[in-house]
């Protein structure tokens, strides 16, 4: 079983630069998250979809677009990539009830030269 | 908005015990608690409801002061592997998205 998974690991881009970050769960979950994580500033949510074929932004969304594919998947896109989205992005999911927690993915390294 | 973690870092030694504290400026449905190992991924640990029910790790509890607006995470009889970044997530209505704190480092000692 392989939880959420994120693709890819690692990644450096370009400024300017395009680039989707891709995130598939296989616990039949309904609710998904993106969020982004830099030094002292926690777990910071861009984009969340609670169902599918819905989204919602979140503390942080500009700069970024989002894409819920079907339940499985959940796809972040950077149009333009600046040096200021460096970062640490994480995929959750979760069933949509509160007594139970997310479940989040390896994360996915990015650095914007 | 970001509920406010104290304290921001904590250092013990093996077998003393810890507590982190989590704010918030709104009224809370739920408060979620998680640890993060260095480049890992956040895990689970503990889940509070309004009203008292509680979820979570078997050697770490918490409270959950609903008028208050505050959460604590109690760890007890510390070991290394305690060791980590503790964040909470606290929702301010059912079936919302959680806001997360800083985050609180806790780094445990033999």
């Known amino acids: 079983n392989a939880g959420v998974t994120q693709t890819p690991k690692f990644q450096v881009l370009k400024t300017g630069q395009s680039m989707t970050l891709q995130c598939a769960q296989d616990m039949n979950h309904n609710s998904m998250y993106w969020y982004r994580q830099d030094p002292g500033m926690g777990l910071r949510l861009i984009y969340y979809s609670a169902s599918e074929g819905t989204t919602d932004k979140g503390e942080v969304p500009n700069g970024y677009n989002v894409s819920r594919l079907n339940k499985r998947e959940f796809s972040l896109r950077l149009e333009s990539a600046a040096p200021s989205q460096t970062s640490v992005y994480f995929c959750?999911?979760?069933?949509?009830?509160?007594?139970?927690?997310?479940?989040f993915g390896d994360g996915t390294r990015l650095s914007i030269l | 908005q970001q509920p406010v973690q104290s304290p921001q870092a904590v250092i013990l030694r093996e077998g003393e015990d810890a507590v982190i504290n989590c704010s918030s400026s709104k009224a809370l449905y739920s408060v979620h608690w998680y640890r993060q190992k260095h480049g890992e991924a956040p895990v689970f640990l503990m889940i509070l409801l309004k009203g008292g029910e509680q979820k979570g790790h078997e050697k770490i509890s918490a409270s959950f002061n609903e008028k208050k607006q505050q959460s604590s995470l109690y760890l007890t009889a510390s070991q290394l592997s305690y060791s980590g970044t503790y964040f909470c997530g606290t929702e301010a209505n059912s079936g919302y998205a959680l806001n997360f704190g800083k985050g609180t480092s806790l780094l445990v000692t033999p």
């Open positions: 959750a999911s979760s069933p949509r009830d509160s007594n139970q927690p997310q479940h």
